[in-house]
């Protein structure tokens, strides 16, 4: 360690370069965490509210919410002690002046999916709903009236919830009544049993639908067949993962070329009798020095990074995942050091003198 940090102290401009590459390398593999877990949260925001087990959907759906198409009375072949009726849309609201994708529950308030209000009260009468905090930042308030791009229906906002996206787009909940106006249109009345699925929080997952033409799906499942959902992650993922080799391929170029330009100075070394396990540890030790700082640095700058992002932004910093990821960095970092170690194994002192 004595040998590796002098080497650094002398050779500062030489080794602030690599440092420097670490650290952007190490920010961009938090900045991307951060951002996929943004977009993680984005689109399951709502469903995580509802602190459920399972989903009851139709068969034919493919597990998808807005695909399938229920009655309230498929509630009698539900087995289960606490459950909730959600019917789902989608649509554009519009309050005159800004317009945005958002989805629509149509749910009972007295279940418990019905969200927290954070502001505002909640719905009493016709067509009143309950929006997503995010919508304000879009410039919507309370008391706007919203025009659907899909429906004649007027909604008013009433009352702002937090944590409430669903598939990235921010949520109306609303009496079911409205959701099925919204929906039908003039047709309501006779579609007012229509429900897209029902929520379930506790019940035997193994027992609790007693109609083939009804599938039982544990939330994460559910969660993971949204639209772009797991193609979103892993492309996310990938990226990271592949900068993890990146990382350990520059600090292996950096660190071969430093050691081959030093070959003469170890053979010296080697022959006053420091052993080539003395010599491998002090690169160990450096390259883990330089991961570390390079590593911290990138992880400072993230963090400030994300202070300063406007919230359209989604990024969401989990700090186990970027402590487990910089850890990853250092030790992938110090795997490509081990190519400087096979050299320095390698040298022969009296060819290294003589050259």
Do not use: C
Not at 47 to 70: C, F, G, N, P, R
Not at 72 to 94: F, T
Not at 175 to 189: C, H, I, M, N, Y
Not at 336 to 354: H, N
């Amino acid at each position: 360690m004595f040998l590796a940090w002098n080497e650094i102290k002398k050779n500062k401009l030489r080794f602030m370069l690599i440092i420097g590459v670490l650290m952007l390398v190490s920010y961009l593999v938090f900045f991307l965490s951060g951002l996929a877990n943004g977009l993680e949260n984005m689109n399951r925001e709502s469903v995580d509210k509802w602190k459920a087990t399972s989903i009851i959907l139709t068969d034919e759906s493919d597990k998808s919410m807005s695909q399938s198409s229920m009655t309230l009375e498929d509630i009698n072949d539900i087995d289960a002690k606490e459950i909730a009726v959600i019917g789902q849309i989608n649509a554009i609201a519009g309050n005159g002046d800004e317009k945005t994708n958002v989805s629509i529950f149509g749910i009972y308030k007295d279940e418990f999916i019905m969200p927290t209000v954070t502001e505002g009260e909640i719905f009493s009468h016709a067509n009143e709903v309950i929006a997503s905090d995010s919508l304000k930042e879009e410039g919507f308030k309370l008391g706007d009236e919203l025009h659907l791009s899909s429906s004649e229906e007027v909604l008013k906002i009433v009352g702002f919830t937090d944590h409430a996206r669903f598939n990235a787009a921010p949520v109306l909940y609303g009496d079911l009544s409205t959701f099925q106006r919204v929906k039908f249109g003039e047709a309501a009345e006779a579609n007012k049993d229509s429900i897209n699925g029902i929520v379930i929080r506790t019940g035997d997952q193994s027992n609790l639908v007693q109609n083939d033409s009804l599938e039982a799906i544990e939330i994460e499942t559910f969660i993971r067949n949204l639209p772009g959902y797991t193609e979103q992650n892993l492309t996310l993922n990938f990226m990271i993962y592949f900068l993890f080799g990146i990382s350990a391929v520059i600090v292996a170029i950096f660190l071969y070329v430093l050691t081959v330009q030093k070959v003469s100075i170890f053979g010296v070394m080697k022959a006053q009798g420091i052993s080539n396990r003395y010599l491998s540890r002090s690169v160990i030790a450096q390259t883990f020095i330089l991961a570390a700082i390079g590593v911290a640095v990138g992880f400072g700058m993230a963090l400030i990074t994300g202070a300063f992002l406007p919230s359209a932004v989604p990024v969401a910093f989990d700090l186990v995942t970027m402590l487990i990821y910089g850890l990853v960095l250092i030790v992938v970092a110090i795997a490509g050091a081990v190519f400087s170690v096979l050299t320095i194994v390698r040298i022969d002192p009296l060819k290294a003198i003589g050259g």
